[in-house]
């Protein structure tokens, strides 16, 4: 019998990010964003022979790609190292090297939103003169003219939708994460979709299924989101249906077909349902993966679903006749599923009595080496799922326990949990992290001698105030964008997160005390353990300056703090040779303090 080696751990460097995708209208090609030849650009696959190709380079994230409907362009979203300054570029029906179309000064932006039904008029949004809230315009092909439709205010305002007829637009107006309100504008004005604006709530997946009726996902007066429809000539809310403790992401209508596809989210995982208008019947469509990144529904009626698991890379799955297929084979080389760990979705009680979900990932027993990373998330509205980072896998591979939280603050567990993390960043939700250490110390999983802490972005920030407040709990830490300063922060993100900023992290005048209190720089002198810091020179979020104050001061107090700056890369990794060598770094730091 041949005998073949275990995997190494270069081969979870072999898989690929997909981003995004769109099918052609008439289904015979599939245009997908990757990395797949080093830098993102975006490939193509036709249905008749499925071999991948490259269509359109540019060397660039793309934050969206649509054919027009005649077939004279495919409109892509480019970004530069990511800046998160997307511009629209277009291509010929063949692709080749995109042209500008709608495009400005480097640092403004122009957000794709949606194409006319005959594809004369591309609909987006621009912060040229508007920064804060957004501009929305219509590019007119044929003239190359640009008309202005509707200027935000309040918070960044996001056209979702277009009525059939082309005479009512559907809006989301952003006031926090928490607080999206969704508006129609009419010729004689605009109306909001739920009965009270000043009621905090959100709205999402707004779509017309008639000229004059919008069905969208919403928790008006519920803790989880629910079906809601709103009709602009009998000016009435209603709900449609509700998926228990299900919240609804995502919306999708199939105007052919009549029929609404809706994506929920529970915990670590989501879920798809069917909605059939013509016989007002749904039902749940079960999903051979935990998560989706991206639905499409096409003419036939097939579907089509970037999905991904905590074992399998995201892929282009078509869902025709029910049964699924895998149209892309995004993997691990020579590595199965079986190969790799699936988390276990454990509970605790946090130190309120607050029930806190986490995954753990438990290496392989023939893997192990005896240490734990404990992983904070970012967001940190968002949650720890059940989807594939290449990542995890690899340091499992290594012999690494993972230990995620889902901390106060996460989404997935309803409308009040989400909210905890407001203008608290560093109370609430650190102490659930104290708590999610001590199960592992409980459970016997880890102790001080054998944890390490990393975490990126908001999970940066959790890494870089939990080293702070607790080294006594860590061996080293890894600090990934982290934010280390809240009033410097608040100051630096983009200026359409401006309006937000309040709700979200609170004042740095009214709040100054607690500010102070919840910045890690505060607590330079007992950042004590072995520290890598690694920071995107072009994040727009958590910007360079962030990690640049926390390691020149900790330096400068005669501290040794590894630090690994990517030129060309910003609140994340998109370039092959960037990411190994990210990867590369934290492995070796995290062997050299073992
Ligand atoms: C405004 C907002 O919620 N942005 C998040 C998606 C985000 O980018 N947060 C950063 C700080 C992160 O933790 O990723």
């Not at 199939?254 to 529970?266: I, Q, S």
């Not at 890494?463 to 990934?480: M, N, Q, S, T």
Request: with cysteine.
């Amino acid at each position: 019998m041949i005998e073949f080696p275990k995997p190494t751990v270069e081969q979870f460097f072999t898989s690929y990010n997909i981003n995004n995708f769109t099918v052609s209208p008439d289904e015979k090609k599939i245009l997908f964003s990757t990395n797949m030849n080093g830098k993102v650009n975006i490939w193509a696959m036709d249905a008749a022979d499925t071999y991948p190709y490259l269509f359109a380079q540019k060397d660039e994230n793309t934050n969206f790609i649509k054919f027009d409907p005649k077939n004279r362009y495919v409109l892509a979203g480019y970004d530069h190292d990511g800046d998160e300054n997307y511009q629209i570029y277009a291509t010929g029906p063949e692709g080749g090297v995109p042209k500008p179309l709608i495009t400005g000064e480097s640092d403004e932006k122009y957000f794709f939103a949606k194409l006319s039904q005959d594809g004369n008029k591309i609909y987006y949004m621009t912060s040229k003169g508007n920064e804060s809230f957004l501009n929305t315009e219509v590019y007119d092909i044929e003239t190359g003219e640009k008309k202005t439709l509707h200027e935000g205010e309040r918070g960044p305002t996001y056209l979702v939708d277009v009525s059939n007829d082309e005479k009512h637009t559907a809006h989301l107006q952003l006031l926090a994460n928490t607080y999206i309100l969704g508006f129609i504008k009419t010729s004689s004005g605009f109306e909001y979709i739920t009965p009270d604006p000043d009621k905090v709530h959100t709205v999402s997946g707004l779509t017309f299924i008639k000229d004059d009726e919008v069905w969208f996902a919403t928790d008006y007066e519920s803790e989880y989101s629910y079906l809601a429809k709103y009709n602009l000539t009998d000016k009435a809310f209603s709900k449609v249906m509700d998926f228990g403790y299900e919240s609804v992401t995502e919306v999708q209508f199939n105007r052919d077909a009549n029929m609404l596809y809706v994506t929920t989210e529970k915990g670590v995982v989501d879920k798809l349902y069917y909605y059939d208008l013509n016989h007002d019947q749904s039902d749940e469509i079960i999903l051979p993966f935990a998560s989706i990144k991206q639905l499409s529904t096409v003419k036939s009626g097939d579907l089509y679903v970037l999905g991904g698991s905590a074992t399998e890379p995201f892929n282009i799955w078509r869902y025709s006749h029910e049964k699924w297929n895998t149209l892309t084979k995004n993997r691990v080389l020579g590595v199965t599923s079986d190969d790799m760990v699936e988390p276990e979705t454990i509970r605790f009680k946090s130190y309120d009595n607050l029930e806190i979900e986490a995954l753990l990932f438990r290496a392989k027993d023939e893997n192990s080496n005896g240490f734990t990373i404990f992983w904070p998330h970012g967001g940190p509205q968002a949650a720890e799922r059940k989807s594939y980072r290449a990542m995890f896998q690899m340091f499992l591979n290594r012999g690494y326990n993972i230990f995620c939280p889902n901390f106060r603050g996460s989404t997935g567990y309803g409308s009040s949990f989400v909210k905890l993390v407001e203008q608290d960043w560093g109370h609430g939700p650190r102490l659930d992290n104290v708590e999610a250490i001590k199960w592992l110390y409980n459970n016997g999983i880890s102790s001080p001698e054998k944890l390490f802490l990393v975490g990126g972005s908001y999970g940066g920030y959790m890494a870089l105030l939990l080293h702070g407040r607790h080294p006594e709990y860590f061996k080293a830490v890894v600090d990934i964008f982290g934010v280390s300063n809240l009033f410097t922060f608040y100051d630096s993100v983009p200026d359409h997160w401006k309006p937000i900023m309040e709700r979200w992290i609170g004042d740095p005048q009214k709040d100054k005390e607690r500010f102070q209190k919840d910045s890690p720089i505060t607590y330079l002198d007992t950042m004590s353990k072995p520290m890598l810091v690694i920071q995107g020179a072009k994040d727009p979020r958590v910007v360079k300056e962030e990690s640049d104050q926390i390691v020149e001061k900790l330096r400068g107090s005669g501290r040794e703090i590894d630090y690994l700056v990517l030129d060309d890369e910003g609140h994340g990794f998109s370039k092959k040779q960037n990411e190994i060598k990210v990867y590369k770094t934290m492995l070796e730091f995290l062997e050299k303090h073992q």
